[in-house]
């Protein structure tokens, strides 16, 4: 990369870390003190509106937003178009989920349903208006501003959504919280952010970005129903108790994989687009983000698989013991999640919608397949076939990569092993080590993970892993005694 992009990267980089632990910790907090005060049906019941809520969402962008970042040159028009015609169907999308309202309620067989969906369906409305605003600041990688907006979102929601649930609103809690959640992000974002759309509308200009949008609208709604049909699935299948043990785990699970992927995962897309003409600049920094993703995101999947019975009873109580397996099962599947994205990134950073829309055509067969074949055996049968898909689709991803800028599977593997391993190294001793007799949950949680962190860092050290030891340099640079200390 060039000095700037470089300097301009690493800013990015680092408030997107900060308001991904900052803002995912705050989240994590909250969820997990609504989960000690509320039950796990009423998680299930906002669980099974949560594949409505996000196609709603997803017809709200359309693909302009990814389409007005790609544009080198946007004009006045161009985003003033945008802004109009998605506060126009995110009145549509939600008109008419209020009016599908009864028929998903009867669906589920859970009138509780028709309210919490009219409700739930206004954070489409109030997400409008505030999507221009999150695209531009996107664009220009300024995540300083989004930290602070997070922020304010995340705690002032939580705070009234624990409020609520102290004082006997039960799901109602759930619900208010994300519509106030809406309400303050967006209303943020007219703050701090201070763009305000002109009397410009153009047909022309939408039709000239549509290519490129429509592909990824395409892309985007098979994605939206297909990652969220095994809650639809289960809701109906099965109990609102079930499926709030299902949802939970998940939630738990993807605290550590989204808050990594909102860290590096938005940040490399708009500079993969920036530096899209130099294929071999776009591997070096594929092969960057992969090492550091696999650095990371390796050893929290395998040491919370190994560690999920202690975590779960110490965090959300005995309760909640039904997801330990869920919560296991799918921080397997989570291992190849950023890396299956990084590569999907890549093919979106390139222009090439076409192919990115084959690969999640094929996923989501692949995912229809999984449930139609699995779900007589139940929800941990479902979850194993997730990680079989997610494999599967690496190896799709990784494919198209291999062609386009020359970095195919056998080489990203090749890459990659060396941190599975460590991390493979490391959860069979921080599984050993939950034999030994501890006094409670408690203790077991903080010795496992203390040694788990050791043991990964001194064999990361030991065998000089490229993404570790430039990591650590870069700690060290900021902290010199810690230098001192191991030299």
Do not use: H
């Amino acid at each position: 990369m060039t000095g700037s992009l470089r300097s301009k990267t690493f800013r990015a980089l680092s408030w997107s870390f900060l308001e991904s632990i900052v803002v995912r910790s705050v989240q994590f907090v909250i969820g997990i003190i609504l989960a000690r005060l509320l039950l796990p049906e009423q998680f299930g019941l906002i669980g099974m509106l949560t594949i409505f809520i996000a196609v709603g969402q997803c017809f709200l962008d359309s693909g302009f937003g990814a389409a007005l970042i790609r544009k080198r040159e946007a004009t006045p028009t161009d985003i003033c178009s945008i802004f109009y015609f998605n506060v126009a169907v995110g009145l549509v999308v939600t008109s008419l989920l209020s009016l599908a309202a009864p028929w998903i309620a009867t669906f589920f067989k859970q009138p509780t349903l028709i309210p919490l969906t009219r409700a739930l369906s206004l954070t489409i409305v109030i997400n409008s208006l505030g999507l221009i605003q999150n695209v531009m600041l996107n664009k220009q990688i300024n995540f300083k501003t989004q930290t602070k907006i997070s922020l304010i979102a995340g705690v002032l929601s939580g705070t009234i959504g624990v409020s609520l649930a102290v004082a006997g609103f039960g799901v109602w809690s759930l619900a208010i919280q994300q519509v106030s959640s809406a309400l303050i992000r967006n209303g943020c974002l007219w703050i701090f952010r201070p763009w305000r759309p002109a009397l410009l509308f153009s047909f022309k200009a939408l039709r000239e970005m549509f290519s490129f949008a429509s592909r990824l609208l395409c892309v985007w709604f098979l994605s939206v129903i297909f990652d969220n049909i095994y809650l639809v699935v289960i809701g109906k299948l099965y109990s609102a108790a079930d499926l709030g043990f299902f949802t939970r785990a998940k939630a738990l699970r993807e605290v550590p994989t989204q808050t990594l992927w909102e860290m590096v995962g938005r940040v490399t897309f708009p500079v993969f687009a920036t530096i899209q003409d130099d294929t071999d600049r776009v591997k070096r920094g594929l092969k960057k983000a992969l090492t550091t993703l696999a650095l990371v995101n390796f050893p929290m999947m395998i040491g919370l698989a190994v560690t999920a019975r202690p975590l779960v009873l110490v965090l959300l109580t005995e309760k909640w013991a039904e997801s330990i397996p869920y919560f296991q099962l799918l921080c397997l599947v989570g291992l190849s999640f950023p890396v299956y994205g990084i590569n999907l990134n890549v093919v979106q950073a390139l222009g090439r919608a076409d192919i990115y829309f084959r690969l999640e055509i094929v996923k989501k067969v692949l995912i229809g397949i999984n449930i139609a074949v699995t779900w007589q055996w139940g929800i941990s049968a479902m979850i194993c076939g997730m990680f079989v898909v997610e494999i599967i689709s690496y190896n799709l991803n990784s494919y198209y990569t291999g062609i386009l800028i020359g970095y195919p599977m056998r080489e990203q593997l090749r890459d990659l092993f060396p941190y599975l391993l460590m991390a493979v190294l490391m959860g069979m001793s921080v599984y050993v080590a939950g034999f030994l007799p501890f006094p409670n949950n408690w203790t077991m949680l903080v010795v496992q993970i203390v040694s788990g962190i050791i043991i990964y860092g001194f064999l990361c050290r030991i065998f000089r892993l490229t993404a570790f030891m430039e990591t650590w340099e870069a700690v060290c640079d900021k902290m010199p005694f810690l230098r001192a200390g191991t030299a």
